[in-house]
């Protein structure tokens, strides 16, 4: 019911920025809470945002708090990751997922197995 499509990775230097999209499609995209996960070479797939059905709720990660915002616009069933002052160790491929739980902060909305459908990924290199 929900096809994800990312787009908006690219080369930039530390301390730049980038947007990321996540086109879905679907009738009933604005039922699903969606996520960014990204994925370095070598390592496990790790959470960076998710935001609630609505947009009212968000949460990320540690390590990307005050750096990174989700948000989504359910009229152009669309997700979006602003990225601000990129370091080198936010190198890796992102992808965008949807998913069905209960509430941003669960333990299903931390957790890849939370989510039901993924884009292809695009990949984000930062450069120091």
């Known amino acids: 019911q929900v096809q994800l499509v990312e787009s908006g990775g690219g080369l930039v230097q530390a301390g730049g920025s980038l947007r990321l999209s996540c086109a879905a499609s679907?009738?009933?995209?604005?039922?699903?809470?969606m996520g960014w996960f990204r994925q370095a070479p070598g390592k496990e797939r790790e959470f960076v945002a998710a935001?609630?059905?609505?947009?009212?709720?968000?949460y990320s990660a540690d390590s990307v708090k005050g750096r990174f915002t989700i948000s989504r616009d359910n009229a152009k069933n669309t997700v979006y990751l602003q990225m601000n002052s990129l370091k080198p160790e936010d190198t890796a491929v992102y992808y965008c997922?949807?998913?069905?739980?209960?509430?941003?902060?669960?333990?299903?909305?931390?957790?890849?197995?939370?989510?039901?459908?993924w884009g292809q990924g695009t990949q984000v290199t930062v450069s120091s």
């Open positions: 997922a949807a998913g069905r739980f209960a509430y941003v902060g669960s333990w299903y909305s931390l957790a890849p197995d939370g989510y039901d459908y």
């Open positions: 679907g009738r009933t995209f604005s039922s699903y809470a």
């Open positions: 935001i609630s059905y609505s947009g009212g709720r968000t």
